[in-house]
């Protein structure tokens, strides 16, 4: 809220105490008040710095800054630049991002995010059998998926056969040939959450019942659970070998691996270079092999076993066969599931944000919401409008003009909902179901019409944010009025002070003696890595110098001392500056005597700095394009006084001596 910030960042006054009546006026603008209740909550929300101690006039400061804040929005108010398109374009989309915060059920997310937190806690180890079915399939392809599943479950659970045997000769996972059902372990926030639920709440050696997915219906066996094992961060070399190479193939990316191995065994120091020289992960290459942090399950599973393995940071692994060829592995870094709570609360946050567990405290705050708006469901209307339906609506071609019938389906509040509503809608988003899923217009239509009323539930509860949650109110107030106060100052004072070139340049000449050079040293500075270095830089700048030293070779030109003094092992040995330095703009030349010469100087960077003066410039006024950076920002000063004064005219401020010279005193 880069606009609102603008008046308050400063607003940091150590002042308000609510000793006083919070209904005791401060001060009126154009006759409006403003309350020790008001100045105290915009003191309280914006102050950056509540422990600092300031002055009495610092005090006045601070409160001026307050009332000129409420004059300026209020003379952006009187504009209507609240209804600007692009004004309320924007206002539109911050409100839907904050809303987004209170469309849901805050508690059942508290205890969301907790769950979460609790299971990262533990691993689960399962295996799974699955038939697959898509979530929109039909009638009759539902059928048939959980027929299958019904008969692999009833073969583990009455038949007793076992768990592996049955889920390899049966289910539909590609991945149960080489693992034959069993899917290694997961923690929270791995698998879709149905799946999660299960997983957790399946006891060790116990199958689950079957659940259904977005992949189709499962049922797991869990096998063991244990302490999450925490993140992992390692670095890498890959020899490639194709998962279906030959056997010369493989044996040869075998050896060369050995070969690295042994390499970088003796020499740990090494395995980066290695790794980005030789390594076929060429994009982790770039970064001597690093990854990023992993945990369980993120990897192969060779991969993962070998790197969790490892018990000490740079312990280095030997090579691992996995689909994609050999891996030596180096350890970095591990740490631990964070066991704090508080401290991984935001990071599960955003996580979940993004996840399915979300929409359940959506529907949660649905339901909730329907009873607040006290809704009541036609459902005779709704049950004749739907009987009537065609086959329209199954070939997504109804229009809401066919409609002619128009009444009550559901009311909100005080807002009635009719089948003509519904009829447009329909129209609208009669698409949305999937063809696949339905045999006939009725159903689709009832599938819309919860789908419409979760929506139409939502709209209202969002349209009246403003009246149930006072702090949503407060910050879209706020939002707003830093907003239209942004738009008036840049119309009025930032961008005026940057492109009105006549105004700037006429205050400029009416300030000249102001921006003023100091004496100024027109100098080059050289940097050079080593003494030795220096001394022969000083001779190729010094030419009666060069002679006496370098009496056969040719002076050299700052490029030819760059191409020379940096190598591709060191090129930053070398460089030079040149320009106009005051003092105290750079820590060399002040070192340097106010007259043409040269200058060595042993830099706190390890480093030796030559300075050569060519000429001493005296104090001199600055030129227009020169002091143009401070004119700018003075006129924008100067803008802003004239255009306050006007302002505080048009809307008068009183201040309650009383009230502020107490305020002054806490």
Known sequence: MKKIFLLFSSLCVALVSLAQNENDVVFTYNGIPVTVKEFTKAYQKYNLNKNAGQSE???????????????????????????????????????????????????MLESIYKEVFDRNQYEVEVSHCVARCAIDASPKDTLAAYTKIKNMYDRVMNNKEEFA????????????????????????????????????????GNVSGIFRTSLGYHFIKVTNKRPAQGQMLVTHILVAAAKNANAAAVEAARQKANRIYAAVKKNPAMFEVYARDSSDDRQAAQNGGRLRWFKVNEMVT????????????????????????????????RKGAETDFAK????????????????????????????EANFVQYTENLVAWVSAL????????????????????????????????????????????????????????????????????????????????????????DYTDGMILFDLKEKNVWSRSATDTTGLKAFFQGHASEYVWGERL??????????????????????????????????????????KYNTKEHPIDFSMDAGKYERGNNAYVDSAKAKPGIYKVYGADGAYHIVEVKKVIPSTVKSFEEAKGYVIADYMANLEKTWMAALRDKYPVVENKSVVEALMKK
Do not use: W
């Open 57 to 107: 006039a610092e005090m006045r400061d601070n409160l001026m800054m307050y009332e000129n804040y409420k004059i300026v929005v209020a003379e952006a108010h009187a504009q209507h630049l609240d209804t600007l398109p692009s004004i309320k374009a924007e206002l539109g989309t911050y409100r839907k991002q904050l809303a987004k915060n209170y469309l849901v059920d805050k508690g």
């Open 165 to 204: 045997k049955v889920a390899t000769e049966s289910s539909e996972d590609p991945s149960v040939k080489n693992n034959h059902g069993n899917l290694g372990y997961f923690t929270a926030m791995q698998t879709p959450y149905a799946f999660e639920n299960q997983m957790y709440n399946t006891a060790v």
């Open 302 to 333: 060779e991969f993962e076993v070998a790197a969790f393995a490892l018990q000490n940071n740079e312990d280095i692994s030997a090579p691992v066969k996995t689909d994609y060829g050999f891996h030596i592995i180096k350890r970095i870094d």
């Open 344 to 371: 991984s609360r935001d990071q599960i946050k955003k996580l979940i944000d993004k996840d399915a567990r979300f929409e359940e405290a959506k529907k949660a705050y649905l339901r909730q919401a329907k009873a």
């Open 390 to 477: 065609d086959s329209t609506v199954l070939k997504a071609s109804f229009k809401a003009s066919m409609n002619n019938v128009n009444k009550t389906l559901f009311k909100l509040g005080d807002k009635t909902y009719t089948t003509n509503d519904f009829a447009n809608y329909v129209e609208l988003s009669q698409r949305t179901p999937s063809r696949r899923s339905y045999t006939n217009s009725q159903d689709i239509a009832l599938r819309l019409f919860s789908l419409y009323v979760d929506k139409c539930v939502m709209d209202y509860a969002e349209n009246n944010l403003e009246a149930k949650y006072s702090d949503f109110k407060d910050l879209m107030k």
């Open 522 to 563: 027109e100098a080059n500075t050289y940097r050079c890595a080593t003494n030795e270095m220096a001394d022969e830089v000083i001779a190729n700048i010094h030419p009666s110098f060069f002679k006496k030293i370098f009496a056969k070779k040719k002076i050299m030109s700052v490029e030819q001392m760059k191409l």
